[in-house]
């Protein structure tokens, strides 16, 4: 029974041993952490690393042989700032911002980060992506104008992220966000910028709300002007109506007034037809009265007078005839009498021409021919001879004193 009681105990008290070396030697990995055991070499890919590494599960150490770090992999708050960075315009700015990183928790990263930072305290990773995460924001700042800088910051921390992530991520950091809190300058630029954009914002405000004010007054207008004419086409609508209806009064009174007319007219066409059908018969029987009063006399004296006229045309054309044979025959001879044709014709006609002349002039009887002085009843007979002599001379252009010596000189030719 001793026996017995004895071997209980010790197995009881191997049991707790057991216990306690398991206990010691079993690692539990949290979802928040990553055990790494070193001490044993191991192939990892195509190279070969003195450690293992467990997340999310548990591993048993190979006691004197291996040892166990435990890796948080917590996010960590880091205050970012820095002082006088310069941007692309060569402006000093202050830059504040919090940024969260975190060690990678998975490879290739995390072997970078326990390569970098294992035993390392939380304070110390800290501080060395703080001092990476300035470096960045300084380089990036020098990219970027103070504007850009302020007025668009998410492409500020965009561009600052990129450049960030790619220096971190070979330290097996991971940056989770970045946040910019605060951006300002010693020089008093930005506050420049916002008093020149608080101006432009300002007259932007006075534009919109006098552009505001001129669409409210054009609205008014509009509205006020749809009013009037809605208050306009009702009074034309309302004066149309009182139009037509003055119109079909005016057309009634109207259409009234010409049947009126029409009738009245009827009758004076009535009777001016029956006084015209009167009229026709006063003037038929006019006619025929003149007809047999006017028109048969006038016709027998014109069917006489037609008579008459072809026995004068007759005896005209017979003398007609006879002039022209007579007419004919001077001709002839003056043809034939040559270049004292002209003179044998006016002699032949001067004795007719001077009875003519000479009968206006008193005819005296004389014996002889004595020239004398005026005579006690006027002019001389010497000049009336002259002024017979003139006349000719004036109505045939012949000059008959010329004339006379040329005679008798033809005369005395002639006799000889």
Known sequence: MGGILAVLVIAFFALITLIIIVKNMLYICQPNEVLVFSGARRRMGNRVVGYKIIKGGRGIRIPLFETVDRVDLTNMIINVSVTNAYSKGGIPLTVQGVANI?????????????????????????????????????GVLATLTPEQVNEDKISFEKSLLEQAEHDLSKLGLVLDTLTIQN????????????????????????????????????????????????????????????????????????????????????????????????????????????????????EAKRRAAEEKAKADAAKIQEEGRATAEALRAVSDTWKKAGPNARDVFLFQKLESLITKVVSTIQQPKIDKITVTGQTNGGTSLAAQLAIAVEQIRAATGVDVTKMLPESATRRGSSAS
């Open 102 to 138: 975190k060690i990678a928790g998975e490879e290739p990263l995390l072997n970078n980060a326990l390569e970098r930072f294992l035993a390392r305290s939380r304070a110390e990773i800290g501080k060395i992506a703080k001092e990476t995460l300035e470096g960045n924001l300084r």
């Open 183 to 298: 951006i300002s300058d010693e020089v008093g630029y930005l506050a420049s910028i916002g008093r020149m954009r608080g101006a432009e914002v300002r007259k932007d405000a006075r534009i919109a709300e006098a552009r505001a004010k001129a669409d409210a007054a054009e609205t008014r207008a509009r509205n006020l002007e749809t009013v009037s004419l809605a208050q306009i086409n009702a009074e034309v609508k309302k004066l149309e109506v009182m139009t037509g209806k003055r119109i079909a009064d005016a057309q009634t009174k109207v259409t009234a007034r010409v049947a009126d007319a029409q009738g009245e007219v009827r009758a004076r066409v009535a009777q001016a037809t029956g006084e015209l059908e009167m009229q026709k018969a006063r003037i038929e029987q006019v006619r025929r009265r003149l007809e047999a009063d006017v028109i048969q006399p006038a």
